[in-house]
């Protein structure tokens, strides 16, 4: 029996484009949409909001069943659930809850929005966004910022970016990236190793242009091969030779993308360990991680966190949050290991 529990306990989902998921939020057994949409709208009428029941319910359930759950609250209540939920909740739980409410490509689309309307832009958003989705998750989130703003994502980015920086992103966003092959290409392995060293550590100054190229339309298991190539013509690694090459935000593109080929969950994990390193947390860094990669390799990413932090991510969080947003949050992280 333990045997049959350990391998369920391996078996991962499938995203589009063949990227194995790891989520924390899994769809709930027995799910009846009328009985939470009949709790949902109890707790929001309850004088004081009764937050532990939405919480409860809307963290234990997929994106898909949040939807039907809202479905069936508007059949009843003949009003819209998350406008109800938007005037029973505020702060950082409202974040989190409505967060919960958009699919992952919606939830991303919308914190690339926000990051580049107004003035100035969210250049750290738009960079761990941009660097670190899939093609797949790209595509979607490209077609899905379409329909919400009725705006071109490129045309967004291209307007509120400049210089090598927009070069970069504006290349991730147009989704060329080759697909993973089966079969590994050697002589190409070295021919790119080869042109990112001459491109940038062996010369004066950096052709940013084959970089961008080489990082933005190879796939991921022949660029991981490629790094480790590099090694064998540069003293410095690709990480460390991005430090000495490039500045700003463009050495922290490069580099997110770079850590992110080598172990995307890693990067996850660094990033939440950065964000509740002081005292209280950065709740903004904090909630977009947690929200948006619930339904995609959150369980990895915890593991990752407890492999190179010492602590588990849950009690990090437990930690540097309270209240309500804490138990949302913990509850999405959704285990202590």
Not at 187 to 211: F, P, S
Not at 267 to 277: E, G, V
Not at 319 to 333: N, P, V, W
Request: aromatic share 8%; hydrophobic share 35%.
């Amino acid at each position: 029996m333990s045997l049959v529990s350990e391998f369920l306990g391996q078996l991962t989902l499938q995203l589009g484009g063949g990227e194995p998921t790891y989520p924390t939020v899994v769809p709930a057994p027995n799910f009846d949409p009328d009985k939470d949409a009949v709790r949902i709208e109890t707790a929001i009428k309850t004088k004081g909001v009764d937050e532990h029941t939405i919480i409860d319910i809307l963290t234990k359930r997929t994106y898909n069943q949040r939807r039907e759950i809202a479905f069936a609250y508007e059949r009843r209540a003949k009003k819209d659930m998350i406008s109800a939920l938007k005037g029973a909740l505020s702060g950082t739980l409202e974040t989190v809850i409505l967060g919960l409410m958009k699919s992952t490509a919606q939830y991303d689309a919308s914190e690339i929005k926000s990051s580049i309307k107004g003035l100035g832009t969210d250049e750290e958003s738009l960079i761990e966004i941009l660097c670190s989705r899939s093609t797949a998750e790209l595509v979607d989130i490209k077609k899905v910022y379409k329909e919400l703003f009725k705006k071109d994502l490129e045309k967004d980015v291209a307007g509120d970016t400049s210089g090598d920086f927009a070069k970069l992103l504006l290349a991730l966003v147009q989704t060329k990236r080759d697909e993973p092959g089966s079969v590994v290409d050697y002589q190409k392995i070295d021919e790119d190793a080869r042109a990112l060293y001459e491109a940038g550590v062996k010369r004066k100054g950096t052709d940013v242009k084959c970089w961008i190229s080489i990082m933005s339309e190879r796939s991921v298991p022949h660029l991981q091969k490629v790094f480790d190539r590099y090694k064998s013509y540069s003293p410095y690694d690709m990480q460390e030779s991005i430090r000495k090459e490039v500045k700003g935000d463009l050495e922290k593109s490069f580099l997110t993308l770079v850590q992110c080929f080598e172990n995307k969950q890693l990067y996850f994990a660094n990033k939440l360990q950065d964000a509740m390193k002081s005292k209280g947390a950065n709740e903004k860094v904090l909630t977009r991680i947690i929200v948006s990669r619930c339904e995609v390799d959150l369980k990895k990413i915890r593991q990752e966190f407890k492999a190179h932090h010492g602590k588990s991510l849950y009690q990090t969080i437990t930690e540097h949050t309270k209240g309500d947003y804490q138990r949302a949050l913990l509850s999405l992280c959704a285990g202590d290991d």
